[in-house]
């Protein structure tokens, strides 16, 4: 009965949406914990000794040495946020879910536990602690964005809304912040959140499959509760042969598929599509907008401290305003998904009519997409470079709509832009490459709090113009797209 299964599968959808937004991406809500952490005088030692006891508050100068000390760890636990996506990926597909998640709620567990315990005294230990955490958050992420194969064609929208979800999970450290101030410790928030591993526990062994959710899904497909022991190996043997099966018909079913008489099909090395220009820019257009999220995200206590001229009302507030509009990316990021869907679909029928390349038009409907992404992460670079505290309010919302488009819009073009069977290893490059390049954010940091004085105009000035460089990406795609699309006599 096809319909058996749906309560198991709403669950499963529910509960995963549940997982990412409470808990996978909270590392992104840095601000409101650095909050809580300079209250705590976590590497309060740093500041200079005539900062006296209102250093953290109103000296941001005396006490450049903490913030670089913040930043350094938000730039480590950002790097490894990136950097183990082609590893961790690696874990899934080899030793499948169970052991993937088991693997996540130890790291999870443990780094919650660790700043559970962690004092003034001990706080080199976020170190190590707010990687391990970024490195299990990434892989709950990475285990339920197979849910979106159990509902076939809401797939993309599934998909795109638990990268939403991951967005939106920087909401927990506003949380976190805003029970501290109302007399719950910081002890007892991260407590809180290594019991919750018990439930991980449930939902892994319960509510998720054994091995890999498959795509398209086979008849009569059971997972978590409604697997049987005694078939299993039969329905796995079953859902392979009929995945192949589908898949096989799914691409040869596209006319352009199928070569010219006389024709070879073009095959491609991954080396090549490595060292294409197609893919150096995409790493350029995706480094460049990072980097910004990442410097902004890090530094941000200490912006606000610098423009509310020491004020920690005032630093509270706005750190409040920028973590609520965080939450709302796992509504903006849909959005971006249904924008490439919709073009999509105009221009496969045009090129139907035209009778150019079908592929071509596909990939074509990426260039809104990536150019739009660009212009929003202008707006934001210009809005954060102007020292004015109100125009922080409208650089908030410019960055969580930029960000919410940047990963589905990066995932979207990797998949139409390259052959499918290179996608894992290219994305798995792609995110090690662009977090290599998100640990300048830490330099950056230095040369403003140091040789610059805290003044970021230039730093500024110099990412403004490297941002308008991510416009030629865009504007690539679509010279590329509209040469294929021709009709082949004119070709």
Not at 17 to 23: K, S
């Amino acid at each position: 009965m096809p319909g058996q299964g749906l309560p198991l599968r709403v669950a499963t959808l529910l509960t995963g949406l549940l997982e990412c937004l409470g808990f996978a991406g909270v590392l992104f809500g840095w601000a409101s914990l650095v909050f809580v952490f300079k209250t705590e005088h976590y590497f309060e030692e740093l500041c200079e000794p005539n900062a006296g006891w209102m250093g953290n508050a109103t000296g941001q100068d005396d006490c450049k040495a903490q913030d670089e000390r913040f930043s350094l760890i938000f730039t480590l636990a950002s790097f490894m946020n990136n950097f183990m996506t082609f590893p961790t990926g690696y874990i899934f597909d080899r030793f499948k879910t169970t052991v993937a998640r088991l693997i996540a709620i130890f790291f999870y567990t443990s780094a919650t536990l660790m700043i559970a315990f962690i004092s003034a005294d001990s706080a080199a230990l976020l170190f190590l602690a707010m990687p391990m955490l970024t490195v299990g958050g990434i892989l709950f992420l990475i285990t339920n964005l197979q849910v979106g194969n159990l509902f076939g064609k809401h797939r993309s929208t599934i998909i795109t809304l638990y990268n939403g979800a991951f967005d939106s999970s920087s909401v927990v450290f506003l949380i976190i912040k805003l029970l501290y101030e109302q007399g719950i410790s910081l002890r007892a928030s991260f407590i809180f959140l290594s019991v919750c591993s018990a439930w991980h526990v449930g939902r892994t062994f319960l509510l998720m499959p054994r091995g890999h959710t498959p795509y398209p899904l086979p008849p009569n497909y059971s997972y978590g509760l409604c697997s049987g022991n005694g078939t299993r190996g039969e329905k796995k043997k079953t859902a392979e042969a009929e995945k192949l099966d589908l898949q096989s018909k799914e691409f040869q079913s596209p006319k352009e598929e199928i070569p010219e008489p006389g024709q070879q099909p073009e095959t491609r090395s991954f080396r090549s599509h490595v060292l294409s220009q197609r893919f150096a820019w995409h790493l350029v257009w995706l480094s460049v907008i990072q980097l910004w999220h990442y410097l902004f995200i890090g530094t941000l206590n200490s912006l606000l401290t610098n423009l509310a001229v020491g004020d920690r009302a005032l630093v509270s507030s706005y750190t409040n305003a920028f973590a609520i509009t965080q939450f709302f990316g796992v509504l903006c990021a849909p959005w971006n998904g249904l924008l490439m869907d919709r073009l999509k679909q105009k221009y496969q029928k045009e090129a139907q009519k035209t009778g150019s390349s079908a592929l071509a038009a596909a990939l074509l409907s990426t260039v809104p997409s990536l150019a739009l992404t660009s212009l929003l992460c202008l707006g934001f670079a210009l809005c954060a470079s102007v020292r004015v505290l109100p125009l922080q309010y409208v650089t908030f919302i410019l960055q969580v709509i930029s960000r919410s488009f940047l990963y589905g819009g990066n995932a979207a073009f990797l998949t139409l832009a390259f052959p499918s069977e290179h996608f894992g290893k290219l994305f798995g490059l792609l995110m090690a490459l662009s977090a290599i390049v998100s640990l300048l954010q830490f330099p950056i940091f230095t040369l403003i709090k140091g040789p610059l004085r805290g003044d970021p105009f230039y730093v500024n000035v110099t990412l403004v113009l490297f941002t308008l460089l991510t416009f030629v990406h865009p504007f690539l795609v679509y010279r590329q797209c509209r040469q294929k699309e021709l009709p082949p006599a004119m070709a």
